[in-house]
Structures are given as structure tokens and as C-alpha cells.
T-cell receptor, first 115, second 113 residues
Framework: GAVVSQHPSRVICKSGTSVKIECRSLDFQATTMFWYRQFPKQSLMLMAT?????????EQGVEKDKFLINHASLTLSTLTVTSAHPEDSSFYIC???????????FGSGTRLTVV | AQSVTQLDSQVPVFEEAPVELRCNYS??????LFWYVQYPNQGLQLLLK??????LVKGINGFEAEFNKSQTSFHLRKPSVHISDTAEYFC???????????FGGGTRVLVKP
């Protein structure tokens, strides 16, 4: 149980275009989802916390207008990288805290390459 | 604010040998502690967690960890590793009453035949 499905797993886009990444909680309701960014051989950096039905809370230094987060339902959160540039290339991972489980479950990640 | 330090960035180990990955944390409040494993180009898989109770926690794949409050540590151990244990391991902490998960820098385990 407590599975988060993340799509796409890999995406290549041209510089200047936008890319949407989806995370769905399959068998539970995720009131809160977290979005992380991971550079090669580095740890996960929290970008933002998304709460269903309200605006996301962004970590310091993360551009709100570049990384648009929407959490319109209890089972879906999306991250849109707008006007992507090569420096946005990274591994993006979503996560949700599972009530009653005392832990967090993670999506399988999205490898974004901007060319 | 909470923080997590993984003291070893890389740990080479021979197959069937034991391994210990060190994790220390800092927090002014009660915490939950986690160990996750990440294989290349994949998300994170929970190995084990400490929420309360017994300080020795057993997880999947033969891993265990011990919570030491006085030393603010949560070291991960496995008595005999396999080639398939080659991966990146992350220690993480969240405040018991909070929401945010903070990760350590990760430890890359390389199991050699």
C-alpha cells in the first residue's frame, strides 16, 4: 500500500519549453506532497511543499514562477517547469507523508534533460 | 531547525562482509528517523524507520538500525552484504509533530565481489 506513481520517468525537452511532471497517490489520499530535486551524486533538496487546495510553500531560493506546483485534488500533484533551460536538467522526485504509517513514500522520479 | 550528517560519503565493502553506515542528527524536539535506499535513476525505498519504542529497529533486506538519543545517532548496519546492496543510502529525520523531511548527504555503498 501507500504507492505514489510519478510520470514521466524520463523527459527530454527543448530549451524554452515547459514540462509537466505528475504524481498520483494510488491507494491513499495525500493531503500534502513534497517535491525534491536531486543533482548527480548529491542528496535530495526540498523544493516545495504542496497542500491540497492551497498554494504551495516554496523553500528559500526556489523560483515560484519557474517551478509551478498544483495540488488540485487529494490524489494528484503536478510540478511544471516553465521556460526550461539546460540548468534545470535534474532528477525530480515527489513524496507524500502517509497518515498512520509514520513515514513518507516516494515516487520513482523523473529525469529531466533540457537541450 | 533539524539537520542530518552522514559521516561517510562512500563505503566500499566486500561481499558477505558487515557494513555500518553512520548517521547523526541535530534537533531540539522529538524526531522520527528513517533510512532510505536509492538505486540508480529510481526513487527512494524505505529500509526502516524509528518512531518510538524499542531503539533497535529491524528493516527490510536484513538491515537494522539503532537509535541512540544521547549520541543523537541512528546508524544503519547489515551483518553480511550482497552485491545487490550496492546503492545510495540516505538517512532522514522529521520532527515528530512536523511535516518536513530532512536528508543527510547520502552514503554510496559499493559492494565488491
Amino acid at each position: 500500500g501507500a504507492v505514489v506513481s510519478q510520470h514521466p520517468s524520463r523527459v527530454i525537452c527543448k530549451s524554452g519549453t515547459s514540462v509537466k511532471i505528475e504524481c498520483r497517490s494510488l491507494d491513499f489520499q495525500a493531503t500534502t506532497m513534497f517535491w525534491y530535486r536531486q543533482f548527480p551524486k548529491q542528496s535530495l533538496m526540498l523544493m516545495a511543499t504542496s497542500n491540497e487546495g492551497s498554494k504551495a510553500t516554496y523553500e528559500q531560493g526556489v523560483e515560484k514562477d519557474k517551478f509551478l506546483i498544483n495540488h488540485a485534488s487529494l490524489t494528484l500533484s503536478t510540478l511544471t517547469v516553465t521556460s526550461a533551460h539546460p540548468e534545470d536538467s535534474s532528477f525530480y522526485i515527489c513524496s507524500a507523508r502517509v497518515q498512520g504509517f509514520g513515514g513518507y513514500t516516494f515516487g520513482s522520479g523523473t529525469r529531466l534533460t533540457v537541450v | 531547525a533539524q539537520s542530518v550528517t552522514q559521516l561517510d560519503s562512500q563505503v566500499p565493502v566486500f561481499e558477505e562482509a558487515p557494513v555500518e553506515l553512520r548517521c547523526n542528527y541535530s534537533s531540539s524536539v522529538s524526531v522520527y528517523l528513517f533510512w532510505y535506499v536509492q538505486y540508480p535513476n529510481q526513487g527512494l525505498q524505505l529500509l526502516l524507520k524509528y518512531l518510538s519504542g524499542s531503539t533497535l529497529v529491524k528493516g527490510i533486506n536484513g538491515f537494522e538500525a539503532e537509535f541512540n538519543k544521547s549520541q543523537t545517532s541512528f546508524h544503519l548496519r547489515k551483518p553480511s552484504v550482497h552485491i545487490s546492496d550496492t546503492a545510495e543510502y540516505f538517512c532522514a529525520v522529521s520532527e515528530a509533530a512536523g511535516n518536513k523531511l530532512t536528508f543527510g548527504g547520502g552514503t554510496r555503498v559499493l559492494v565488491k565481489p
